[in-house]
């Protein structure tokens, strides 16, 4: 079993939806949990991060962690053909230096 | 300033060149990694330093050679390249091991060995 499940979509949706984005993971221990961007051929941009359960908005963004369920998401209200890119989750422990990753979603907003 | 700078952009290389990669923060960040990635695919951890010292190798073949000049640069040093080894190659940093929040990530390098 991967560390972090990430269904990789594609995912298309008309402009002005709102957008839902999950992962699933398997270490109880994960406690700091981000959300990045990445549009094609450039690196990662960090959208979002929490720690711990609970839920966080910055602008259209919102994400939500739910450890009990090892459950998190990200939405993304009112989208726009500017959100098309490649959204990956990723989450770590409280030690170490280790990264885990989900395998991204592929959004398309179509005007 | 969330920064880290990656240089060059782009890089083409013969199978018997010697090259290297440059990644740059000013963050105060204690932490640095390297992370492969192939086109569709998320980023895969190669290296990571923590306060200079290399803290996790995840059985890189030796033609990839890090180094950590100091606390702001880290460098991959590459030879005897495969052509399998064309990827983007991304640098990241963070706080550092004990307070650790989150990483941010340079443009990356897109390497293609020819």
């Known amino acids: 079993q991967k560390e972090v499940e990430q269904d990789p979509g594609p995912l298309s949706v008309p402009e002005g939806a709102i957008v839902s984005l999950n992962c699933t993971y398997s270490?109880?221990?994960?406690?700091?949990f981000m959300w990045y961007r990445q549009y094609s051929r450039k690196g990662p941009e960090l959208l979002m991060y929490t720690y711990s359960s609970g839920n966080k908005e910055d602008g259209r963004f919102t994400a939500q962690v739910d450890k009990s369920s090892k459950y998190i998401s990200l939405f993304i209200r009112d989208s726009q053909p500017s959100d098309s890119a490649t959204y990956l989750c990723?989450?770590?422990?409280?030690?170490?230096?280790?990264?885990?990753f989900g395998t991204g979603t592929s959004l398309t907003v179509i005007p | 300033d969330t920064e880290v700078t990656q240089t060059p952009k782009h890089l083409v290389m013969g199978m018997t060149n010697k090259k290297s990669l440059k990644c740059e923060q000013h963050m105060g960040h204690r932490a640095m990694y390297w992370y492969k990635q192939k086109a569709k695919k998320p980023p895969e951890l190669m290296f990571v330093?923590?306060?200079?010292?290399?803290?996790i190798n995840e059985s890189v073949p030796s033609r990839f050679s890090p180094e950590c000049p100091n606390s702001s640069l880290l460098n991959l040093h590459l030879h005897a390249l495969q052509p399998e080894d064309s990827a983007l190659y991304l640098c990241?940093?963070?706080?550092?091991?004990?307070?650790?929040?989150?990483?941010?990530f340079g443009p990356g390098t897109r390497l293609t060995v020819l």
């Open positions: 330093y923590s306060y200079e010292k290399l803290s």
């Open positions: 990723a989450m770590r422990g409280n030690t170490g230096n280790q990264f885990y």
């Open positions: 990241a940093s963070s706080r550092g091991a004990g307070n650790t929040d989150t990483q941010y």
């Open positions: 270490n109880s221990a994960f406690q700091y």
